[in-house]
C-alpha cells in the first residue's frame, strides 16, 4: 500500500480555518476529526444542472439569477467523530486505523499533540483537529451538487436527523452510491427503513410508435435508482417489483439500433451483472413469444396438411389461414419483411421499449378466419390462445424478477444466463402439452412449480407448442381438438 489512500496535496494534517477557505459543516459538536472534501464535477455534469433547473415547472426566465451557484470544484470541512465513522464505515475503518495509511499516522501523531497539551479532542478547536482529505467526484452519479448528500451521509451515520426536507428518488440513488463507495450501506439501509420513504409509482405514457404503455426517459431513469437503491441498500421486496417493471418495459439502453447513450451514471449501467441479467431475461421472454407465432407460419408453410375435417377445400384452408395470420401479423408490426437489400432493414421496428403485455395482448386480437363456413376452428385464433393464456400466467411468477437475496448468495444459480445450445450445452426444449393448458392451477401467483416451469418455458433453446398433435395423429375427417374449454378466450 501507498502512503495515502488518495491522490492528495498539502499536509494532511493542515488546519482547518478561515485562512484555508474550507467551509465547516458541523456534523458532531464534538467531533475529534475534520474531513476536508474536495467535490470535483465535470463541466458536462454541471451543464446539464443548470439546464435542469432552469426547465423545473413554474420557473420563469427572469428567475434565472436565483439558480443555485454550481462550481467545478467545491471544498467542504466537516467536524465529525473518528468512532462514529470506524465503527459505521468500512472504508474509514480501513483509512483510519491502519497505520501504513498515512491518515492513520497524521492522526495519531495529531491526538499525541493534543494529549501533551492536556486538551481533548472533543473539546479542542476545529483548527486543532487532525484533518484527513477526501477527493469526490461525479463519476459514478453524474450529478452535481454531491455536498449536502454527502454531509446527510455523515448525519446518518452519526445518527442525527437529516436535513432533507423531502428525499426524492435521485438523491436516495445518490446517497446510496455514496454509501457503497464509503462502506456503509448497512447504517444507511437502516435510515432507510426508518424513513418510511413512500418510492414513487413507475409513471408510463402511451408510445408514439404504437407499443402500449411506455417508459420516458424520466421514468426510466426513477426506475433504475429504485433497482440499484434497494440493490445497494437491501431492500428486496423493491428490488422484486422494480427489476420486473424493467423486463416488462424494456429500456432505450438495449435498443439493438438506436444510437450510444453517452449517459455514464451508474444507474445507466447498473453493477454486479444485473444490466446483462435484466437484459437478458427480457430477451428470453421475447424469445419466447416470438417462438408461437413463428413455430404456427412453419406448421402452415410445411407439407403436413394443418386442416383434419376431410374435405377437398382442405389444402386451400392452410394456404388461406397462413396467407391471414402473415397479414395479421404484419399489420401488428409483429412481423416484418425483409429482402437482401440493406436498406430494407430499416422496416423493422426497435422493440427494446414495447412493453411484453402489449404484444401479448396484441397476439389476442388475431380473428377466427374460416376459408368457408365448413371450417370452424381450423385458424390460428384456437390454437394461440390457451398458449398466450400460460405464457401471460407464468409471467405473473417469482422467478421473472430478480431475488435480491438469491442474487447475493448464489449470482450462478439465480441467473438465466446458464449453458445451453447458444454456448455449446444440450439444447433445451419446451413442449406445450394439453394437460399444462388445462391445469388452471398455473394461473396463480406462487402455485406450485409455477416458478420451476416458468424458468423452462423463458430459458428454452427451441419451443414445441404443438407436440401432441404429431404425437397422436387422428383420421381425416373426425375433426380437431375442442380448445375453447382450456383457455378463457379474449
Given at each position: 500500500m501507498g502512503d495515502s489512500a488518495d491522490d492528495q496535496t498539502g499536509p494532511l494534517s493542515a488546519p482547518a480555518d478561515a485562512g484555508t477557505g474550507l467551509d465547516m459543516v458541523e456534523i458532531a459538536a464534538d467531533g475529534d476529526l475534520v474531513l476536508d472534501v474536495t467535490f470535483d464535477t465535470s463541466n458536462e455534469t454541471l451543464r446539464a444542472a443548470r439546464r435542469a433547473a432552469k426547465s423545473r415547472p413554474g420557473r420563469q426566465a427572469a428567475d434565472a439569477s436565483t439558480l443555485p451557484a454550481l462550481k467545478p470544484r467545491v471544498r467542504r470541512g466537516y467536524r465529525v467523530q473518528l468512532a462514529v465513522l470506524k465503527q459505521n464505515s468500512k472504508y474509514f475503518d480501513n483509512l483510519l486505523s491502519d497505520t501504513r495509511f498515512a491518515e492513520a499516522r497524521s492522526i495519531e501523531a495529531a491526538f499525541e499533540?493534543?494529549?501533551m497539551n492536556n486538551v481533548k479532542p472533543s473539546e479542542a478547536?476545529?483548527?486543532?483537529?487532525?484533518?484527513?482529505?477526501?477527493?469526490?467526484?461525479?463519476?459514478?452519479?453524474?450529478?452535481a451538487g454531491l455536498e449536502p448528500v454527502f454531509a446527510d451521509m455523515l448525519r446518518i451515520l452519526?445518527?442525527?436527523?437529516?436535513t432533507a426536507r423531502a428525499p426524492t428518488m435521485h438523491n436516495l440513488a445518490v446517497l446510496a452510491v455514496l454509501a457503497d463507495r464509503f462502506g456503509c450501506t448497512a447504517a444507511v439501509s437502516r435510515y432507510l427503513n426508518a424513513l418510511k420513504y413512500k418510492w414513487?409509482?413507475?409513471?408510463?405514457?402511451?408510445?408514439?410508435?404504437?407499443?402500449?404503455?411506455?417508459?420516458?426517459?424520466a421514468a426510466e431513469e426513477t426506475l433504475r435508482q429504485k433497482i440499484l437503491v434497494s440493490w445497494l441498500l437491501d431492500q428486496p421486496l423493491k428490488m422484486h417489483a422494480a427489476t420486473r417493471e424493467l423486463i416488462l418495459y424494456g429500456s432505450r439502453r438495449w435498443s439493438a439500433f438506436g444510437e450510444e447513450d453517452t449517459n455514464k451514471a451508474v444507474w445507466w449501467e447498473l453493477p454486479d451483472d444485473l444490466e446483462n441479467e435484466l437484459r437478458h431475461r427480457r430477451d428470453c421472454i421475447l424469445n419466447t413469444i416470438a417462438s408461437v407465432q413463428r413455430h404456427f407460419i412453419q406448421l402452415y408453410s410445411s407439407r403436413t396438411q394443418q386442416c383434419t375435417l376431410g374435405y377437398g377445400s382442405s389444402s386451400s384452408c392452410d394456404s388461406y389461414q397462413l396467407g391471414q395470420m402473415v397479414k395479421f401479423f404484419i399489420s401488428r408490426n409483429l412481423l416484418f419483411l425483409v429482402d437482401f437489400s440493406p436498406k430494407s432493414m430499416d422496416s423493422i421496428q426497435d422493440y427494446a421499449?414495447?412493453?411484453?403485455?402489449?404484444?401479448?395482448a396484441t397476439l389476442r386480437q388475431c380473428p377466427s378466419y374460416q376459408v368457408d363456413t365448413n371450417h370452424h376452428n381450423c385458424g390460428l385464433r384456437t390454437r394461440i390462445l390457451p398458449i398466450l393464456d400460460r405464457i401471460q400466467a407464468l409471467l405473473s411468477s417469482n422467478i421473472v424478477s430478480v431475488s435480491r437475496p438469491a442474487w447475493g448468495k448464489d449470482r450462478e444459480a439465480a441467473s438465466w444466463c446458464r449453458r445451453g445450445a447458444s454456448d455449446g450445452g444440450e439444447?433445451?426444449?419446451?413442449?406445450?402439452?394439453?394437460?399444462?393448458?388445462?391445469?388452471?392451477?398455473?394461473?396463480?401467483?406462487?402455485?406450485?412449480?409455477?416458478?420451476?416451469?416458468?424458468?423452462e418455458l423463458f430459458t428454452a433453446d427451441r419451443w414445441d407448442w404443438t407436440a401432441e398433435d404429431r404425437e397422436e395423429p387422428r383420421e381425416p375427417g373426425l375433426g380437431k381438438w375442442n380448445t375453447p374449454t382450456l383457455g378463457r378466450h379474449v
Open positions: 499533540r493534543l494529549s478547536d476545529v483548527t486543532q483537529l487532525p484533518v484527513v482529505r477526501i477527493r469526490e467526484d461525479d463519476e459514478a452519479t453524474q450529478s452519526h445518527r442525527k436527523q437529516s414513487p409509482a413507475t409513471q408510463t405514457s402511451l408510445s408514439k410508435e404504437g407499443g402500449g404503455a411506455a417508459l420516458t426517459a421499449t414495447v412493453s411484453i403485455p402489449h404484444i401479448i439444447p433445451r426444449e419446451f413442449r406445450f402439452t394439453r394437460a399444462m393448458a388445462g391445469n388452471q392451477s398455473m394461473q396463480f401467483e406462487g402455485a406450485m412449480g409455477v416458478d420451476r416451469l416458468a424458468r
